[in-house]
């Protein structure tokens, strides 16, 4: 399908050729749709309506969710997220309602350092997908720091990277996690509260190398736990 470039800040659910996000020379513009691949390029694009794309590619700009629907209403945002930029992604700062999100999340998608996949501030639902740190040196899939239903994914380190980051209150992992191969990576580091890891966890190949490190309060593991080679 087709690629959809922002040309300004605005709401996704503006169709307005001169104040909402989308090119065109008319109003009304086209929304993104399913199959679509959406860039930022330097703007922010704020979701206020459900999304379902092939991919949300944050270049220098980001998107961000600063509200949602109260239950049994949700914001359902079906994409695949990566970062090529040097910013975060997909930013969810909802301070009432809940956000679910179903696709693939990788943070340092082009190597650029300190960059989120998501940032979640707000609260989330379930999130169903594989989640990847990335190879920017410490970039992030997911940076939790508000609450997360459960992820039903591996998650992966990356290179210098982490998969997870939990400073907030997350559900179970249904998945394996594995570090990279790189000096401090880690699948997930936990400073908050975790439930079970339902998935075999592998500490990777490099030196300080984490499966999971955990500074906070986890479940139990249900399956099998591999140090790696250093």
């Known amino acids: 399908m087709a690629t959809i470039v922002a040309v300004r800040s605005g709401n996704w659910s503006d169709t307005s050729h001169v104040t909402g996000p989308w090119p065109g020379e008319m109003t009304p513009t086209t929304k993104p749709g399913v199959g679509d691949t959406v860039q930022t390029g330097a703007y922010a694009v704020t979701i206020d309506d459900d999304v379902h794309v092939a991919l949300l590619e944050a270049t220098s700009g980001s998107f961000l969710v600063n509200a949602a629907p ?79 239903g459960d992820v039903v994914g591996n998650v992966t380190s990356g290179t210098s990277a982490y998969g997870i980051y939990n400073g907030g209150t997350m559900g179970d992992v249904v998945g394996n996690v594995t570090s990279g191969s790189g000096p401090g990576d880690c699948g997930i580091y936990n400073a908050g509260t975790m439930g079970d890891v339902v998935g075999n966890v592998i500490g990777g190949g490099g030196a300080g190398a984490y499966g999971i490190y955990n500074a906070g309060t986890i479940g139990d593991v249900v399956g099998n736990v591999t140090s790696g080679t250093s």
């Open 70 to 148: 109260t239950l049994p209403e949700i914001r359902q945002i079906v994409a695949d997220v990566t970062n090529s930029g040097i910013t975060t992604a997909l930013e969810i700062t909802n301070p009432t309602g809940i956000v679910f999100f179903t696709g693939d999340v990788t943070g340092g998608g082009g190597g650029e350092d300190a960059t989120y996949g998501i940032y979640n501030g707000g609260t989330m639902g379930d999130v169903v997908g594989n989640v990847i740190g990335g190879d920017g040196a410490g970039a992030f899939g997911i940076y939790n720091a508000g609450t997360i």
